[in-house]
């Protein structure tokens, strides 16, 4: 007979069951909340690695120009009359009545000249008149004698045209003697020097006993007399401006010697052509010069106001970009993505520059954009802050600079 024992296997407490789901459940939480964080990071790292990869660009917008822009050339001052004034006859300087700085008027005595061989040639043609004079005297009492006797058959017909041609002839000997001694009497004027208009002596380059050759050209004059009341400004304008300049318009000018001093000039005339040397045109201005204050000779600086074109806008020059495919400037377009826009320079102000075309004034140009940014390339625009210049500051600055562009 045998016996069995059953023995069953205890039974674990359903609570048990429950806290080890609880444990797996909260394992798997954790994991799964780890394996979260760490993604999530990642994906945040990545971002931030992507973003700060993105240049980081300032922007500006381009400025409308003033109205008016200045333009500032050198240019040079020249007496409204100068005349340099040389002998007409030979000899030597007997005395002389005014050196430099002295003022004269028109007519007035500068000098006299001793002409001995021109008195002796002047002598000698009046005598040849006189004798010309006689002889044609003769001449013409010899004549109409003849012709009274022609008319009486006493002579021939031939002897009296003989007569009478020989009357004529000593005629026209007497004409080209006075014509001589008009010649003469006229080189004896020039003797004396005298000042052709109203002006001041600037140079005096003779003096009493000097040989004094007739002529001019290479020759050096005796005196130099200038009319300084009103004066000359001659000003070289680049082509880039020579369309802007108009005879009448108005132009200010000033000396170095007179600092503070404006003085007021108009625009004459230009010479109408463009110097192959120098590619400028050159400009003659007048200025009123009766209080004597501006000399002839004088270095100046002219300021001319020239009209601006309404739809060309000012950037800075840190903006540009040269490369292959011409000149350029970035902007930023939709989506924070750089655009290139190709464009032309009008004026070049040193620091900035006029853009004649290529930019709308509602752009958003990048200052100073990187060597390799391309079209299309993403890009964060730097917020403005406040302690940093805005675009219409550099504006400001450039237009009240700009003159010395040019200068």
């Known amino acids: 007979m045998s016996t069995e024992v059953d023995i069953a296997a205890p039974k674990r407490p359903a609570h048990l069951k429950l806290a080890g789901?609880?444990?797996?459940?909260?394992?798997v939480a954790v994991l799964a909340d780890g394996i979260a964080s760490r993604v999530h990071t990642r994906h945040e790292v990545a971002k931030w690695t992507t973003q700060q990869a993105l240049p980081t660009?300032?922007?500006i917008e381009p400025q409308p120009l003033a109205s008016?822009?200045?333009l500032v050339l050198p240019g040079h001052l020249a007496a409204w009359i100068n005349a340099p004034i040389y002998a007409r006859v030979s000899g030597y300087l007997h005395a002389w009545y005014a050196d430099i700085g002295t003022p004269v008027k028109a007519g007035q005595l500068l000098g006299v000249i001793d002409t001995p061989d021109l008195d002796q040639q002047f002598d000698q043609a009046r005598a040849d008149l006189r004798k010309s004079m006689a002889t044609e005297k003769l001449a013409a009492v010899t004549a109409q004698r003849w012709t009274q006797m022609l008319s009486q058959d006493s002579v021939s017909q031939q002897e009296t045209d003989e007569k009478t041609s020989d009357l004529a002839a000593q005629q026209a000997t007497v004409a080209a003697e006075q014509a001589n001694v008009n010649r003469l009497e006229a080189l004896e004027s020039f003797k004396r020097i005298v000042a052709p208009f109203d002006g001041v002596v600037t140079a005096r380059d003779t003096d009493?006993?000097?040989?004094?050759?007739a002529g001019g050209g290479n020759r050096p004059q005796l005196f130099t007399v200038s009319d300084?009341?009103?004066?000359r400004v001659y000003v070289s304008v680049p082509q880039s401006e020579a369309a802007a300049v108009?005879?009448?318009?108005?132009?200010t000018l000033s000396v170095p010697e007179r600092p503070g001093m404006t003085f007021n000039a108009s625009l004459v005339d230009t010479d109408h052509a463009i110097a192959p040397s120098s590619g400028t045109l050159l400009v003659q201005l007048a200025v009123d010069n009766h209080a004597g204050l501006l000399f002839p000779g004088e270095y100046t600086e002219v300021r001319f106001a020239l009209p601006t074109n309404a739809h060309a806008l000012q950037i800075p020059a840190s903006a540009l970009i040269f490369r292959h495919n011409g000149l350029q400037v970035a902007t930023v377009g939709p989506q924070n993505r750089a655009v290139m826009k190709s464009v032309t320079i009008a004026t070049d102000l040193g620091a900035h520059v006029v853009i004649g075309s290529g930019l709308a004034a509602g752009d958003r140009v990048i200052d100073n954009p990187p060597d390799s940014l391309s079209a299309g390339d993403l890009v964060r625009v730097a917020a403005a802050t406040a302690g940093s210049p805005s675009a219409s500051t550099h504006t400001a600055e450039a237009q009240n600079h700009a003159e010395h562009a040019h200068g």
Do not use: E, F, N, Y
């Open 208 to 213: 009493v006993g000097a040989l004094i050759d």
């Open 228 to 231: 300084a009341k009103q004066l």
């Open 21 to 27: 789901i609880a444990i797996a459940l909260a394992a």
């Open 246 to 251: 108009r005879p009448g318009m108005q132009a």
């Open 57 to 59: 660009v300032a922007t």
């Open 68 to 70: 008016t822009q200045q």
